[in-house]
Structures are given as C-alpha cells and as structure tokens.
C-alpha cells in the first residue's frame, strides 16, 4: 500500500557557482553598489545583528535561517511582484511577502478568517469552527472536512496517521492546523525546552521576539487531538520518499492548510514524524523557510 506523505524539505538550495572570468569585473562592482542600501535596511544596527559577528557572538544556523536569508528572499520576491496578484491565481504559490488573505478580500472574495480574527472569537484555541474557513470562495480553495480518517498507521513503530477514508482529488484543502495559541513567553519555553513536546506551528511572518504577554500566533497541537486531522499529518523522513509526497502545507492568514498535490485514493496513509529539524514547503522552489514546523528531538507517537 502506498502512503500519503507530507513534504519536507524534499528541495534544496541551487548550489554556489563561482565565476572565473574577470575582464567585465568593474562593471560587475557597479551593478552591486545597490546591494549596499539593501544591506543598510537589512541591518540597521550593527550592533544587534551584524555587529554580533564581529565581537565573536553571530547568531545560531537556526536564527540565520529566519533572519539574513529570509529577509533577503523578502527583499528580492518583493520586487518581483509588487501587487501580489498571484494571490488572485494560486495563494499557495505567492512569495512569502504578499498577504493574499488582504489581497483576495480586497478584490471582492470571500475569505476564510486570519488568526487574529478567530483568536478573537474562540479565545485562547484556534478552532476550525472559529475559522469558519469552509465558506472560503476564492480560486484554487476547494475545501474538504469530510472522507479523512485518523487511525493506526500500516507501517511499522509509526503510531496513529491521517487516511483518506474516500478517494480525494488533487488541489483539495484539509482542514486547518488547530490547537493553542502561544503567547511569545510560552514559545520561548516550547523552542528552549525538552520538557514539552513538540506540535508546534509557526507562520512564516513571525516576528523573532515580543513582548512575553503578546501572541506569537504559533499553534500548539499536542493536546487537541479531537477534530483536529491536520496534527496527525506527518512528513517525508529521507530523501528517497520525496517521490511519494502528495500534500503540501499552505498558509493563508497565519493559519496552516494542508494541499493534495495530486490524487488520492482511499486508505492511504502517511509516513510517521521522525526528522529531528524538518520544514513542510510553502513556494519550495523559492524558499525552504515558509511555513513551518518547530523541530522536534524523537519521533512520538501521536
């Protein structure tokens, strides 16, 4: 049988290339001058964040990962589309920088509320019901809540899995990642701490730090397993099951939905959670710091 599997990191980053040919080199430095105001924007204080380097403390992979390349990517998918108007085509296909749940509503669609709206409704969980997120209209959001199945995994030592108990066609929406909501003083013990296990999902515009009584908008899983099929998808654990990802993570409004790629046929199942550091692809090609999950040490049952 084969199995539903979530993407992970199945892309990865062109390799460098280095040019040997040097003749046309002074007007290579003139087309780079406008990297220096890109640069001043992007540490506006050498002390913070650039400046940590030069006194020995640079900051983690991880914190490089979230901070200088992505802001890069920001910058450069920013010039590519100023109006954002892949949203109006494909909100899943969008560079990290455009907010399709404002550009959509916008142009007169209806929309699926954003994190804050159903915080605002629902309290401290992020509910589906909250979300009211089935009554979406809008292109390439085609909604489905029912013909999912939680139930023990066919592979070996891989706890419970999310089955497609009826055939589901390609570019369908599952239900949303539910659970609770963080406050950035909650996050902070959840991404230092062994002490609490790890169903976390952040949106990929989340500020690095607040104020601890403020909302990171990050989703704690672990809990709300009830109603909620989204925490039991899991992901590709090697490269060699990249062929046989068929669901993708989409974000829209700071919630987290997962996509079939293609087809799927009824009692499928997914690979169990077990990479220690893993990311579920949003606009892979682009980037691997989209939407994502926190790491995890161990696989655990769900």
């Given at each position: ?14 390799p460098?290339m ?19 105001p ?21 900051p983690?992979e ?6 200088s390349?992505?802001?890069l990517?920001?910058?450069g ?11 109006l085509?494909?909100?899943c ?5 455009c ?38 209209d ?14 023990n ?19 369908v929406?599952l ?8 406050l950035?003083?909650d996050?902070?013990?959840?991404e ?8 976390v ?11 601890p ?66 990311v ?23």
């Open positions: 049988m084969a199995c539903l599997v979530a993407e992970v990191s199945c892309k990865r980053w062109p460098a280095v040019d040997d040919q040097v003749p046309d080199a002074p007007l290579r430095a003139v087309s780079w001058l406008w990297i220096i890109l640069l001043g924007w992007l540490c506006p204080s050498w002390h913070t964040f650039c400046g940590s380097c030069r006194t020995g403390r640079c983690s991880g914190s490089l990962l979230r901070s390349r992505r802001q990517l920001l910058a998918a920013l010039a590519e589309d100023r109006s954002c108007s892949c949203c085509q494909d909100f296909r969008c560079p990290t920088t907010e399709c749940l404002r550009v959509l509503r916008a142009n007169g669609y209806e929309t699926p509320l954003d994190a804050e709206e159903a915080l605002e409704q629902g309290g401290e969980v992020l509910f589906s019901a909250s979300l009211k997120w089935p009554r979406g809008f292109p390439a959001w085609r909604p489905l809540e029912a013909q999912l199945a939680v139930r995994s066919t592979l070996p030592g891989a706890g419970r899995g999310l089955f497609a108990a009826e055939d589901i066609a390609a570019g929406v239900p949303p990642y539910q659970g609770l909501s963080l950035f003083a996050l902070d013990r959840v230092y701490s062994r002490e609490v296990d790890n169903y999902w952040c949106p990929r515009d989340r500020k690095l730090e607040g104020e009584w403020l909302p990171s908008f990050c989703v704690d899983g672990q809990r709300l397993q009830r109603g909620n099929p989204a925490r039991f998808v899991n992901a590709a654990r090697m490269a060699k099951q990249c062929d046989d990802v068929n669901l993708e993570i989409c974000e829209l409004g700071r919630v987290a939905y997962f996509r079939t790629l293609r087809p799927v046929s009824a009692g499928l199942c997914e690979w169990k959670l077990t990479a220690k550091s893993w579920l692809n949003v606009n892979s090609e682009q980037t691997e710091m989209g939407s994502r999950f926190l790491p995890r040490e161990a696989s655990r049952e769900a």
